[in-house]
């Protein structure tokens, strides 16, 4: 199982970014994809998950109607389009493959003004 986490940079408050999670190496569209994301000196937090299929998904409250999770089973990647971005979601963000307990590497977002 192989995870590759992009798209992460430095954005202003306010601005957009897209994540890509590039998989390999099992049957992508056969398992649930999670997204998470890791601040300085907190735990690991749940922000999105999204089915095998692609017909069910959720973010946390914290993002709710900023940040939306989707995945295109023929390229084999899943995707978190984050919206209006704030200083606090300034992490580290993981994708995750929950039933095979695999993470990627992670990729940095810094919001700052």
């Known amino acids: 199982v192989q995870l590759v986490e992009s798209g992460g940079g430095l954005v202003r408050p306010g601005e957009s970014l897209g994540l890509s999670c590039a998989a390999s190496g099992f049957t992508f569209s056969s398992y649930a994809m999670n997204w998470y994301r890791q601040a300085p000196g907190k735990r690991r937090e749940l922000v999105a998950t999204?089915?095998?299929?692609?017909?069910?998904?959720g973010v946390a409250d914290s993002v709710k109607g900023r940040f939306t999770v989707s995945r295109d089973n023929a390229k084999k990647t899943v995707y978190l389009q984050m919206n209006s971005l704030k200083n606090e979601d300034t992490a580290v963000y993981y994708c995750?493959?929950?039933?095979?307990?695999?993470w990627g590497r992670g990729t940095q977002v810094n919001v700052s003004s």
């Open positions: 995750n493959v929950p039933a095979l307990y695999s």
């Open positions: 999204i089915s095998g299929l692609g017909n069910s998904a």
